[in-house]
């Protein structure tokens, strides 16, 4: 691609990589989009046996996985422009819902993730002062609020154009050097940084040091607490999640960061910019798979995704036991086996029977007459 860094220079290594993600970022999703909607759909599934049980937490789970799953069903658009070598095929509009899409739902689910960790930290360590943050008329408001929100950040995608003509013959959509073109975009994103990942990252960490703070200190006081192990499992969910959400988010948005505060201070070349178009496309894909880990956190967390899932399991095991049973030529070999062995033993015994009929036969022939006594003991040395 040819973009203009300036009156006289441009750049046209930015998709020299195009053969080699044409391949692995299209697997890679393709692993994303398969796990994430699975597990995803079961957490559905678990959660809305639980509405009649809705409460603060309950609700926000429902709207994280909702957003999840509408994350990965944009996400098959995405695989078949990145393996047609960054060619988008579908028209601008379809280019503008796909990338609406894609960012709506994945920051719906940081704001979910930010809204679950506050619910915690009031629910464990300021349970009676915020009580009304955590009820679920109040919760309901919070979630639409979120959404319009996540909305209001995302809606100026529309307005622009996200489709480029390349001078190698194929069409980009909703990659970063399209967006050059736009005026105080080093300001804009450094803006969204913020609001996008900054603000959540910084109050899911406070909230989950104090929380895990306070559950240790619990769990020190009450020994019976401490023996459960109730308060040291929830300390490792909490960092599980903690760290999920750092490894996921952290390097595309500091990626972000770095390079639009340096366009502020200075002017990158063009391999700096090749340098970062790599290295976005990297980082989205790192912060993708957070989707597809979120329901390997709600196996160790919640009890009743994990019960349906091993239920699953196991009723998937037996099938397939069942079928390879059925199936298998040891299973028939010894089907036929067993078959000729009791083949076998009856041509015995009725052999056995024909030969003492002629036997009796040929002693009344000689006119003997046995006592109940004689024949029984005759019948007795024939066998």
Not at 14 to 25: E, W
Not at 115 to 142: E, G, H, M, N, Q
Not at 224 to 252: N, W
């Amino acid at each position: 691609m040819a973009v203009l860094l300036n009156s006289t220079t441009t750049c046209d290594t930015l998709y020299d990589h195009r053969k080699f993600a044409q391949v692995f970022i299209p697997l890679f999703y393709c692993i994303v989009f398969t796990v994430g909607l699975f597990g995803n759909c079961l957490a559905l599934h678990v959660i809305r046996a639980n509405l009649k049980k809705m409460n603060s937490t309950t609700l926000y789970s429902l709207n994280l996985v909702i957003s999840d799953i509408l994350f990965t069903l944009s996400l098959p658009l995405r695989m078949f422009y990145y393996a047609q070598g960054f060619h988008w095929s579908m028209g601008e509009v379809l280019c503008k819902i796909s990338g609406f899409a894609f960012y709506v739902n994945t920051y719906a689910g940081v704001n979910f993730m930010t809204c679950l960790s506050v619910d915690r930290f009031i629910a464990v360590v300021l349970p009676l002062r915020f009580a009304k943050f955590r009820k679920v008329s109040t919760v309901r408001y919070i979630c639409l609020g979120v959404w319009i929100l996540v909305l209001m950040q995302t809606l100026p995608l529309l307005g622009m154009k996200l489709t480029n003509e390349e001078p190698q013959n194929f069409t980009t959509c909703m990659e970063y050097p399209n967006f050059e073109k736009v005026d105080n975009i080093a300001t804009i994103l450094i803006g969204a940084v913020f609001l996008g990942f900054i603000i959540p990252v910084v109050t899911i960490l406070v909230c989950y040091s104090f929380l895990s703070s306070k559950l240790l200190l619990t769990a020190k006081k009450n020994h019976l607490t401490d023996k459960s192990g109730r308060s040291r499992k929830a300390i490792g969910v909490i960092c599980c999640v903690s760290v999920v959400f750092v490894i996921c988010y952290s390097p595309y948005h500091i990626n972000l960061l770095q390079y639009m505060i340096r366009k502020l201070v200075s002017h990158p070349d063009c391999a700096d910019l090749t340098a970062f178009q790599v290295s976005l496309h990297i980082t989205v894909c790192l912060m993708n798979f957070n989707s597809c880990l979120d329901p390997f956190i709600y196996f160790f967390a919640c009890k009743g995704y994990k019960r349906k899932l091993l239920k699953l399991l196991k009723r998937q095991v037996s099938i397939s036991f069942s079928s390879a049973v059925r199936t298998s030529p040891e299973g028939s070999s010894k089907d036929f086996i067993d078959g000729n062995r009791m083949q076998l033993n009856s041509e015995r015994l009725t052999e056995r029977k024909s030969h003492e009929h002629s036997q009796i036969k040929e002693l009344r022939k000689n006119g003997r007459t046995y006592s109940v006594s004689e024949r029984s003991s005759f019948h007795m040395n024939s066998a």
